[in-house]
């Protein structure tokens, strides 16, 4: 069933559509948070109307989740080294080109919008491919962003570097990075999925072309306690100081969801996170200084805590690693320390007389497992719920949401001690730091409620950050930071007891019939 909403700016509000410009001091963007169908006729004829609907709303930017217009089956050709120099607009030339690629020119041409798709493209390596990388003579199947402007002219093309156990799909051959220019005076990069988790491209395609605004399409699986989809894309432009308009495919049964229009350290202009199958269109005014608003926005939009009991949530599996110490009732300071890392913490917890979830102040420096696809470097200071009184119960929820169930914090402080991020030959930090915290709502703090600063001091950083807020119902509340140069490495723990395995193995099994659901592998 196709449910279509959209939450725009009053200010955005008009009768007639009205294109930014580049002396506009902002531009307005749309993101799509849009339920997974195999249907491809479906799936084009709702996208068709997700783009009339947001440029009914001033729209100059329309941006789609990752994989949710093809299906497992389908992929086309994007040539555009090749035809596409010649004949740009699909449009024009449907001769030419698979429906699908006309028909989003055609809509972003008869909408006059930008226009960014993700699908699954395909390459005949057994023919001569014009400006290809072919290796072997074969098919090649990427996950590729594609990019029209409001002529319906394909501008861009990039194929995903970090494929996050994709067995159908080949990373890019040639990782090259993805950024475009528009009419209203705005440069894009834009990258997807898992490639967020990356110093190439996430950190190196907003630094190295001194970006503020960057467009993420996601297939997100959210992962407690700091990788939720909403909670990471908030951070990332947060750190980044960016725009980063968000567009998530949403499918609660295997737990993605959540989409939203961040705005640098002012957060989200608007965003969701659903527990429940939904398909929303987010219109945002976006000034083109990030952070800089000037107008009322809507903000997080906030679902029913009980609706998140649908929503899978998995475990990040190096918490049996952190060094963790029980907090109490009352006030506490003490620090924590793991190799290259220490944290300090001040607390003031109230304990409620139907608090159930405990907490645990954490430390860890080391490697992570990314649900067994991927390993990268962590370092973590935080603050994490717990289920039970063993820290092999944190970072999970109960299977059924009860009001009043966690504790409040009347004060809560983090200071982080950790080694001086440097920029690498590839024009990118080495290690990059997010203030992270989760809510009950499976939403992150908005920025206002909180505090982060950092203080280099030669070799050691200082992060330090502060709930502002006695209020919130926090499951998270964190500073965590990738560390690239580890990527790669062993992760940790090894576990420590048969249970740890068990849990490994079962998280592992999971993840491997998510993913088959998805692309319909079974």
Same mark, same amino acid.
């Given at each position: 069933?196709?449910?279509?909403?959209?939450? @725009?700016?009053?200010?955005?509000?008009?009768?007639?559509?009205?294109? /930014?410009?580049?002396?506009?001091?902002?531009?307005?963007?749309?993101?799509?948070?849009?339920?997974?169908?195999?249907?491809?006729?479906?799936?084009?004829?709702? *996208?068709?109307?997700?783009?009339?609907?947001?440029?009914?709303?001033?729209?100059?930017?329309?941006?789609?989740?990752?994989?949710?217009?093809?299906?497992?089956?389908?992929?086309?050709?994007?040539?555009?080294?090749?035809?596409?120099?010649?004949?740009?607009?699909?449009?024009?030339?449907?001769?030419?080109?698979?429906?699908?690629? @006309?028909?989003?020119?055609?809509?972003?041409?008869?909408?006059?919008?930008?226009?960014?798709?993700?699908?699954?493209?395909?390459?005949?390596? +057994?023919?001569? %491919?014009?400006?290809?990388?072919?290796?072997?003579?074969?098919?090649?199947?990427?996950?590729?962003?594609?990019?029209?402007?409001?002529?319906?002219?394909?501008?861009?093309?990039?194929?995903?570097?970090?494929? !996050?156990?994709?067995?159908?799909?080949?990373?890019?051959?040639?990782?090259?990075?993805?950024?475009?220019?528009?009419?209203?005076?705005?440069?894009?990069?834009?990258?997807? #999925?898992?490639?967020?988790?990356?110093?190439?491209?996430?950190? %190196?395609?907003?630094?190295?072309?001194?970006?503020?605004?960057?467009?993420?399409?996601?297939?997100?699986?959210?992962?407690?306690? *700091?990788?939720?989809?909403?909670?990471? %894309?908030?951070?990332?432009?947060?750190?980044?100081?960016?725009?980063?308009?968000?567009?998530?495919?949403?499918?609660?049964?295997?737990?993605?969801?959540?989409?939203?229009?961040?705005?640098?350290?002012?957060?989200?202009?608007?965003?969701?996170?659903?527990?429940?199958?939904?398909?929303?269109?987010? @219109?945002?005014?976006?000034?083109?200084?990030?952070?800089?608003?000037?107008?009322?926005?809507?903000?997080?939009?906030?679902?029913?805590?009980?609706? &998140?009991? /649908?929503?899978?949530?998995?475990?990040?599996?190096?918490?049996?690693? &952190?060094?963790?110490?029980?907090?109490?009732?009352?006030? %506490?300071?003490?620090?924590?320390?793991?190799?290259?890392?220490? #944290?300090?913490?001040?607390?003031?917890?109230?304990?409620?007389?139907?608090?159930?979830?405990?907490?645990?102040?954490?430390?860890?420096?080391?490697?992570?497992?990314?649900?067994?696809?991927?390993?990268?470097?962590?370092?973590?200071?935080?603050?994490?719920? #717990?289920?039970?009184?063993?820290?092999?119960?944190?970072?999970?929820?109960?299977?059924?949401?009860?009001?009043?169930?966690?504790?409040? !914090?009347?004060?809560?402080?983090?200071?982080?001690?950790?080694?001086?991020?440097?920029?690498?030959?590839?024009?990118?930090?080495? !290690?990059?730091?997010?203030?992270?915290?989760?809510?009950?709502?499976?939403?992150?703090?908005?920025?206002?409620?909180?505090?982060?600063?950092?203080?280099?001091?030669?070799?050691?950083?200082?992060?330090?950050?502060?709930?502002?807020? /006695?209020?919130?119902?926090? *499951?998270? !509340?964190?500073?965590?930071?990738?560390?690239?140069?580890?990527?790669?490495?062993?992760?940790?723990?090894?576990?420590?007891?048969?249970?740890?395995?068990?849990?490994?193995? /079962?998280?592992?099994?999971?993840?491997? +019939?998510?993913?088959?659901?998805?692309?319909?592998?079974?």
């Amino acid at each position: 069933m196709w449910i279509l909403s959209t939450f @725009v700016l009053c200010a955005v509000l008009g009768s007639s559509l009205q294109r /930014s410009t580049p002396q506009d001091d902002h531009y307005v963007a749309a993101v799509v948070e849009y339920i997974v169908n195999r249907n491809v006729e479906s799936n084009k004829a709702n *996208y068709e109307a997700a783009i009339k609907e947001a440029a009914d709303q001033n729209a100059d930017i329309v941006v789609f989740p990752e994989l949710t217009l093809t299906n497992g089956t389908t992929s086309f050709a994007v040539p555009i080294f090749g035809l596409l120099t010649q004949y740009p607009i699909p449009a024009l030339r449907p001769d030419l080109y698979d429906d699908l690629l @006309v028909s989003m020119s055609a809509a972003a041409r008869q909408n006059s919008v930008y226009l960014v798709i993700n699908v699954r493209e395909s390459v005949d390596c +057994t023919v001569p %491919q014009q400006g290809e990388e072919c290796p072997e003579a074969k098919v090649y199947v990427f996950n590729t962003n594609v990019v029209f402007d409001r002529n319906g002219s394909v501008i861009d093309r990039y194929r995903k570097i970090n494929l !996050f156990g994709e067995f159908t799909h080949t990373p890019a051959l040639k990782p090259d990075l993805g950024v475009f220019s528009t009419d209203f005076g705005v440069t894009f990069g834009h990258f997807i #999925c898992f490639d967020l988790m990356f110093q190439v491209p996430a950190i %190196q395609v907003a630094q190295k072309h001194n970006l503020k605004d960057v467009i993420f399409t996601t297939m997100w699986f959210s992962e407690m306690p *700091y990788l939720t989809a909403v909670q990471i %894309q908030e951070a990332y432009a947060y750190t980044m100081d960016v725009n980063f308009l968000a567009s998530g495919a949403n499918n609660v049964r295997v737990g993605s969801a959540g989409s939203g229009i961040y705005s640098g350290k002012a957060g989200a202009l608007v965003s969701i996170m659903p527990g429940l199958p939904t398909t929303k269109v987010l @219109v945002a005014k976006v000034p083109k200084v990030p952070g800089q608003v000037t107008e009322i926005y809507p903000g997080p939009i906030y679902d029913k805590p009980s609706d &998140h009991d /649908s929503l899978v949530l998995i475990q990040d599996p190096s918490l049996a690693a &952190h060094v963790t110490r029980p907090l109490v009732q009352g006030f %506490q300071e003490f620090t924590l320390t793991d190799k290259d890392v220490s #944290c300090t913490f001040r607390v003031r917890l109230n304990q409620r007389s139907n608090t159930k979830y405990q907490y645990r102040a954490a430390a860890f420096s080391g490697v992570r497992s990314f649900s067994g696809v991927e390993t990268g470097g962590t370092r973590v200071c935080s603050v994490v719920s #717990c289920y039970g009184d063993t820290k092999d119960t944190c970072g999970k929820r109960f299977t059924s949401f009860e009001e009043n169930s966690t504790a409040l !914090f009347e004060e809560l402080t983090i200071t982080a001690r950790m080694p001086t991020s440097i920029m690498t030959d590839l024009d990118a930090d080495d !290690f990059v730091v997010f203030p992270v915290a989760l809510q009950v709502s499976i939403m992150p703090l908005e920025t206002k409620e909180y505090t982060y600063n950092k203080t280099v001091t030669g070799n050691v950083t200082v992060h330090s950050m502060s709930l502002l807020n /006695s209020s919130p119902e926090l *499951y998270t !509340f964190a500073i965590w930071g990738r560390v690239f140069a580890t990527d790669g490495q062993e992760a940790d723990p090894p576990f420590e007891d048969s249970s740890s395995v068990r849990y490994m193995l /079962s998280t592992t099994l999971l993840l491997t +019939t998510m993913l088959l659901f998805v692309f319909k592998l079974f």
